[in-house]
């Protein structure tokens, strides 16, 4: 849930609300008593390795997909036709 504060407080307390942000805290900011922003954790970006444990992890899941029902839904979502 996030934290309501004004913008005087973001202003005045701007180390520690990013602190807070870092840590995981969302902040809505107001003005006059109106939300007119959002602050949160930026989310991180695409990962590029995956580790050797994680694979394993993955593949002892054991998850299975349906082959013929994976193809109905790409052939209902991506006209096959050129």
């Given at each position: 849930?996030?934290?309501?504060?004004?913008?005087?407080?973001?202003?005045?307390?701007?180390?520690?609300?990013?602190?807070?942000?870092a840590?995981?805290?969302?902040?809505?900011?107001?003005?006059?008593?109106?939300p007119?922003?959002e602050?949160r954790?930026?989310?991180?970006?695409?990962?590029?390795?995956?580790?050797?444990?994680?694979?394993?992890?993955?593949?002892?899941?054991?998850?299975?997909?349906?082959?013929q029902?994976f193809?109905?839904?790409?052939?209902?979502?991506?006209d096959?036709?050129?």
């Amino acid at each position: 849930m996030a934290r309501t504060i004004p913008q005087r407080e973001l202003r005045n307390e701007n180390a520690k609300v990013i602190d807070a942000v870092a840590a995981g805290e969302t902040f809505l900011i107001t003005r006059n008593g109106e939300p007119v922003a959002e602050l949160r954790p930026a989310r991180a970006g695409r990962r590029t390795f995956i580790s050797r444990e994680e694979i394993t992890a993955l593949a002892a899941a054991g998850v299975r997909i349906d082959r013929q029902r994976f193809r109905a839904d790409l052939d209902q979502a991506i006209d096959q036709g050129l």
